[in-house]
Antibody
């Protein structure tokens, strides 16, 4: 069974940093591109970042570019999101997502981890 | 970035009736190979999103044939035939032509 399990969320002050992790199982992790998608409380979905299967190519949404860094360790079947200079508007549930075809056709989502940015 | 616009934002439906959701993109999602780079997702209450339709009209594995996607270029429609209680939730379209990928605002389907 394909599974994605996020961790690392929590409460952080504005300007602070946090690193999210996503442990993947049930599929050949290194064969698939991955994304992070977030959802602010009571709001819609926002694609945050994506990374190629090898990790050589990365992509970011405008709202996080320059502050967030996506990476992966295929030997550990783990996806990461390093979040720096956090703002109140970054408060959201962060979902790890597996692309079925490149970054598209997201066919598996984690349960999400909540990040709260507040003083 | 490509702007995605869904309508309606709220959709009350009687069980057994059909429902349609419109999604429009700020630029054509049709690529040179003839594929429309648009996916549809459903987020049921309290759950993570799930894939319904990819490349505009292809049902994902396990999705009932009551769900169908159509359209091309900038105008797309998700149709749900014979709506059931389990179909409640928020439906999102997402353009996957170019990064950053962008979602529509979401359409909340509820049962009358």
């Amino acid at each position: 069974e394909v599974q994605l399990l996020e961790s690392g969320g929590g409460l952080v002050q504005p300007g602070g940093s946090l690193r999210l992790s996503c442990a993947a199982s049930g599929f050949t992790f290194g064969g698939y591109a991955m994304s992070w998608v977030r959802q602010a409380p009571g709001k819609g979905l926002e694609w945050v970042s994506g990374i190629s299967n090898s990790g050589s190519s990365t992509y970011y949404g405008d709202s996080v570019k320059g502050r967030f860094t996506i990476s992966r360790d295929n030997s550990k079947n783990t996806l990461y999101l390093q979040m720096n200079s956090l703002r109140a508007e970054d408060t959201a549930i962060y979902y790890c997502a597996k692309g079925g075809e490149w970054l598209r056709k997201i066919d598996c989502w984690g349960q999400g981890t909540l990040v709260t940015v507040s003083s | 970035d490509i702007v995605m616009t869904q309508s309606p934002l709220s959709l009350p439906v009687t069980p057994g009736e059909s429902a349609s959701i419109s999604c429009r993109s700020g630029q054509s999602l049709l690529n040179s190979d003839g594929y429309n780079f648009l996916d549809w997702y459903l987020q049921k209450p309290g759950q993570s999103p799930q894939l319904l339709i990819y490349l505009g009209s292809n049902r994902a594995s396990g999705v009932p044939d009551r769900f169908s996607g159509r359209g091309s270029g900038t105008d797309f429609t998700l149709k749900i035939s014979r709506v059931e209680a389990e179909d409640v939730g928020v439906y999102y379209c997402m353009q996957v032509l170019q990064t950053p990928y962008t979602f529509g605002q979401g359409t909340k389907l509820e049962i009358k």
